[in-house]
Every structure is written in structure tokens, then in C-alpha cells.
């Protein structure tokens, strides 16, 4: 428990979470909607990822708090985008963890995560 305390914290702090070799070739200047961290009412039905560079995005997975992993759909893998917006599930309130994967236009992998949070 305490170890995985430890590494989720140090994730975060990492900052959005691009991996760091592939952050690091890559400058960084990701943002997401909702923000990490960020309260948002269950009305909310869209989230963002927004990249300096187009990305392709390959997967993105979201954990509830009903103990489920949803797949977010959103624009195709073979499309390189910058804002790419994957429509959400019905949200109860809780804690979401959000994981994304994909590859950058000259090949590298990349991925990230954040979380929010749905307000009661
Ligand atoms: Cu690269």
C-alpha cells in the first residue's frame, strides 16, 4: 500500500505524465480537460487531450469508481491530432484515473495519465 502510495504521487508530480524519455524529446506542453486534480459536475460528457504537437492517440482507458475500466472513444488512431476529444460515460461521483497511449509523429510511444474527480 505504502509503496503504491509512493509511486502514484511521483507520477503525478511528473507532471501530466508524458513519459519522461518521450517527454523530454519532445518539450512537454500537454494539457488535459479536466485538468489533473480537477473537481467537474457529473454533467460533464467530453474530455480533452491537447498536445503542441499532433499525436496520434491509440488507446485511451478510463478507471471508476465502480471498480470498471471504460474505453473513451474518440478521433481514430490513424488520424494525428492536436485536441483530441473522447466522449465520456454517464459519471457518478467519485474518483477517475484517466491512461492514454499513443505515438508521436516522428514513432515515439507515448502515454500519460491524470485523474479528476466528480463531484457529489
Ligand atoms: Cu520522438
Known amino acids: 500500500m505504502k509503496l503504491r502510495t509512493i509511486l502514484t504521487s511521483a507520477a503525478l508530480s511528473v507532471g501530466l505524465a508524458l513519459s519522461a524519455g518521450a517527454a523530454s524529446a519532445h518539450g512537454t506542453g500537454m494539457m488535459t480537460m479536466p485538468n489533473n486534480g480537477q473537481t ?3 454533467d460533464t460528457k467530453v474530455m480533452h487531450l491537447m498536445f503542441t504537437d499532433p499525436m496520434q492517440i491509440t488507446t485511451v482507458t478510463m478507471a471508476a469508481p465502480d471498480g470498471k ?5 474518440g478521433p481514430a488512431a490513424n488520424q494525428a491530432v ?6 465520456l460515460p454517464k459519471l457518478a461521483p467519485g474518483n477517475y484515473n484517466i491512461d492514454w497511449r499513443g505515438m508521436s509523429p516522428d514513432g515515439h510511444p507515448m502515454n500519460g495519465s491524470f485523474a479528476f474527480k466528480v463531484a457529489n
Open 40 to 42: 467537474v459536475g457529473a
Open 69 to 73: 475500466t471504460y474505453k473513451i472513444n
Open 82 to 87: 492536436k485536441t483530441w476529444e473522447g466522449k
